[in-house]
């Protein structure tokens, strides 16, 4: 198998999503380093069909931008990475460790707690009686977030307690109810003991509409005086772009804003951190979104995928060199040539340890 590695050509699927600009610039990328003479051959694949397992098998690579907004689509997302990788044994970019917590800033608050990433004072509980013991204790405003959502959605800047316990009702009616069912109360004896509490009938707005409540909150200290972030795009762990959004008019939100600053310099200290926490987490792709609090930075939440235009838009990209130092390199590129580049790196990577077995 090694020697097999080491004479033939990589084989690259370009899976085929609803990521169409982002295919056409990775076979730009990868006829790019063919033409070079990297002696790879790909092919577009549509991971949509049903037969998409069977037409995977001739490959040793898939490169691919999937569409995994919202939690359904991410689910599935991350089913296909699992198989690719953990049982088809293939190279995938972006892979599992890129994917499993997207659309899940829950999630997302376990890898920045275990790994000591420092961000804002964070609380995620599924537990109602906590949350209602955590908000009662609270000082205002916090920042409420769903585990789902791009571009500042299902994000809410709190301002009282009365509309945090609102939002716990929503959260949590669904729990009470199903506790109180399981304690043998019946449905009139609930609606007798509860038609004055809040999660009562916000459970029965909720019911009649045959929805469900997501059953935790998830809310973040709010950290002021930020009229802008900072994003951090790590491709690998060796190259990054960064830039500044500033906040929308009138509004704490940055994300989704459209309002870029390229001009504003970037601390090479932010740089560096993200490229080691991509390293550390064996992350493919990662985009950090920093704020400021006290003079040091803090990360509010992280996604393997972003809109490519406004990392090419920067004036350059760095590299972490092998000696550890970072250099600028000015010039606008595509985000999809490094993840190319860094592809074919990890395939290199493979490549040797094969050998050397």
């Known amino acids: 198998m090694a020697d097999n590695m080491a004479k033939r050509p990589i084989r690259i699927a370009l899976g085929v999503s609803d990521e169409n600009v982002w295919n056409d610039r990775f076979a730009a990328a990868l006829d790019e380093k063919r033409s070079a003479g990297y002696p ?41 990475v699992y198989v690719l990788e953990k049982h088809l044994h293939k190279l995938v970019i972006p892979n599992v460790e890129s994917t499993w917590h997207f659309e ?11 790994e000591g990433v420092p961000t804002p004072a964070t609380t995620a509980t599924f537990d109602y009686d906590e949350a209602l013991e955590e908000l009662r204790r609270a000082t205002f405003p916090l920042v409420f977030k769903r585990g789902e959502g791009a ?4 994000v809410w800047l709190v301002k009282s307690r009365r509309t945090a316990e609102q939002l716990w009702a929503k959260a949590f009616c669904s729990q009470i109810y199903r506790d109180m069912t399981s ?43 930020n009229s ?51 390293r550390r987490l064996n992350f493919d792709s990662m985009a950090y979104d920093l704020l400021f ?7 509010g939440e992280i996604s393997y995928g972003y809109v490519d ?49």
């Open 104 to 114: 899940s800033k829950v999630a997302q608050s376990y890898l920045f707690s275990i």
């Open 40 to 80: 790879l051959n790909y092919d577009r694949v549509n991971l949509n069909r049903r037969d998409w397992l069977e037409r995977l098998t001739p490959y040793d690579a898939v490169i691919w931008k999937p569409y995994g907004m919202g939690v359904q689509q991410s689910i599935l997302v991350k089913e296909k």
């Open 228 to 278: 802008a972030d900072l994003r951090i795009a790590v491709i690998g762990d060796r190259y990054a772009y960064g830039f500044w959004r500033n906040n929308r008019p009138d509004d704490f939100r940055a994300s989704g804003s459209g309002r870029i600053d390229f001009e504003r310099p970037i601390p090479e200290e932010c740089v560096r951190f993200c490229m080691g926490i991509s």
């Open 293 to 299: 609090k006290d003079g040091k930075f803090v990360i």
């Open 183 to 225: 304690r043998g109360h019946g449905r009139f004896s609930i609606a007798a003991r509860s038609l004055c509490k809040r999660w009562f009938w916000e459970y029965f707005r909720q019911h009649f509409r045959r929805g469900d409540s997501p059953g935790y909150l998830y809310w973040q200290e709010f950290v002021a005086n």
């Open 151 to 154: 571009g500042s959605g299902n």
């Open 309 to 357: 235009s406004v990392p090419y838009r920067a004036a350059g990209h760095y590299e972490l060199r092998p000696d550890e130092t970072i250099e600028f390199v000015p010039g606008h590129v595509w985000p999809e040539t490094l993840w190319v580049e860094w592809a074919l790196q990890r395939w290199e990577g493979r490549r040797e340890d094969a050998i050397a077995k």
